[in-house]
């Protein structure tokens, strides 16, 4: 195997232990779980910092319009970004986030940003469990 498809597939595993804690967890284990996108984030942003120094600023735009799998791969990924930010706002106001500035970093970052805004609003959440409560 490369280096490139055993990163690609940490990747999956990573995907899939993070889905199964979340789906075993009780609720109140749920409020650990902001440590792993937390970790997601921060070897994601080595990677991509890396990865920027190495093939530039841009290069992902090229990767991405290059194939009808390229431009799969970008919708479904702007797709993805949307509903989970439609999905994050709220929870982050609930929590005195301003989301407009996570929605940027978003926007400049993918996923280095909103998985992120997700480590914080779950952080948040475990730390003022009362704000995220909701309405009955």
Do not use: K
């Not at 080595?46 to 090229?62: D, K, M, P, Q």
């Amino acid at each position: 195997m490369t280096m490139f498809e055993i990163i690609a597939l940490l990747g999956v595993i990573t995907f899939i232990i993070f889905g199964a804690n979340v789906l075993r967890a009780a609720e109140s284990e749920q409020s650990r779980l902001w440590v792993i996108p937390a970790a997601v984030c921060s070897a994601f942003l080595v990677w991509t910092l890396i990865t920027v120094a190495n093939e530039g600023l841009f290069g992902f735009w090229h990767n991405h319009v290059q194939s009808m799998w390229g431009i799969q791969v970008w919708l479904d990924l702007l797709i993805a970004f949307s509903i989970s930010f439609a999905f994050l706002a709220p929870r982050a106001r609930a929590q005195g986030m301003n989301p407009a500035p996570w929605f940027i970093l978003t926007l400049c970052t993918g996923c280095i940003g909103l998985t992120a805004m997700a480590a914080r609003v779950m952080y948040l959440e475990r730390v003022h469990p009362i704000a995220s409560a909701g309405p009955a």
